[in-house]
């Protein structure tokens, strides 16, 4: 078994998660520059600025929710579960692997649909009781693997856990 400093899994939520805004960006860049380029809104005062600002804060959008998953890691070590996100402000929590009560696996249909699903881990962690892993493939699989280390550092520390 490595150690606690070492990183077993490495895992990121899929941009899938994203599909609803990456469509409205999309939808509002596409028709800020139909409108701005082609001349839609002429005649119309202030038109052509408005275009402007569409497609833009469509792009900003689109570009915002792409960094906002693209930002976010989960990490499985030996000894613990790291959680981090966060675009500008970095927000890192360590959750003990001997710590960790139970996992439930949420597959929601749509994204099921592209092979993701999402992992709830409960914990009786102060800060951390309930830490959920969004969006990752072959979710079965990760809570399989979170339980086995969870086991192994239990037996490895001595823990047991009482209700």
């Known amino acids: 078994m490595q150690s606690g400093t070492e990183i077993d899994q490495l895992w990121r939520p899929s941009q899938w998660t994203n599909a609803f805004y990456f ?7 596409v028709i800020g520059i139909v409108v701005a ?5 002429a005649g119309i005062p202030w038109s052509e600025k ?7 804060a469509g792009l900003m959008l689109i570009v915002w929710k792409y960094l906002e998953i693209r930002c976010i890691r989960y990490q499985l070590s030996a000894e ?6 966060g675009v500008l402000n970095r927000l890192t929590d360590n959750l003990e692997l001997y710590r960790i009560k139970d996992t439930q696996v949420f597959e929601p249909i749509w994204l099921r649909l592209v ?6 881990i409960h914990s009786s962690d102060k800060t951390t009781p309930t830490l959920m892993v969004r969006a990752i493939p072959k979710p079965m699989d990760v809570a399989t693997m979170v339980r086995r ?3 192994a550092e239990r037996v ?8």
């Open 23 to 29: 469509a409205v960006g999309g939808i509002a860049l």
């Open 115 to 120: 092979g993701l699903g999402n992992v709830c």
């Open 156 to 163: 490895r520390k001595g823990v047991r856990e009482f209700d």
């Open 80 to 85: 613990q579960l790291t959680a981090s996100h």
């Open 149 to 151: 280390q969870v086991e």
């Open 50 to 56: 408005i275009a402007h600002g569409v497609w833009a």
């Open 37 to 41: 380029f082609t001349g839609l809104g």
